[in-house]
């Protein structure tokens, strides 16, 4: 019997069907976006591949928005999450903006992986808009996606 391997693109993309998710593909960019609501914020996850790695984010804060004044506080507060909850991953980029992230190894891709890895991403980004960003009165992510 002869097992054939879809290219990624195709395998995350059969992924998305099978999960009933709603996506865009930049075939400029090589990636997935999905628009999810989430208490009131628009979230923008995307999925982006090389040979051996998936990454799937979503930014949630920019760096201007950061509370200066309850900075470490918050940031620890960000760590304590990463800690408690097994699949949430809050990060920083190279600016210093707010997201969450998960990475996915290509040679290891299987439905069940995905979906796991896939959904801390939302995930993520529902416990910072529902528990975190009320305490430090943030409001908006300082992000714009149309």
């Not at 208490?39 to 760096?63: C, D, F, Q």
């Not at 998960?102 to 796991?116: G, R």
């Not at 993520?124 to 714009?144: M, R, V």
């Amino acid at each position: 019997m002869e097992v054939i391997i879809l290219p990624v693109q195709d395998r995350i993309k059969k992924y998305l069907d099978l999960l009933g998710i709603k996506y865009n593909y930049d075939t400029e960019k090589n990636e997935f976006g999905i628009v999810y609501e989430i208490e009131g914020h628009r979230v923008y996850v995307t999925i982006s591949s090389n040979e051996k790695w998936i990454e799937i984010m979503a930014p949630l804060l920019s760096k201007d928005l950061v509370p200066k004044d309850k900075e470490s506080e918050f940031y620890k507060e960000l760590l304590y999450a990463n800690h408690k909850f097994a699949e949430v991953c809050f990060d920083v980029d190279s600016e210093g903006n707010i997201g969450t992230s998960q990475e996915l190894l290509v040679s290891a891709l299987t439905f069940d992986y995905f979906e796991e890895e896939f959904r801390a991403v939302p995930f993520a980004a529902l416990h910072f808009w529902k528990n975190i960003a009320p305490k430090y009165n943030i409001s908006d992510s300082g992000f714009s996606f149309d």
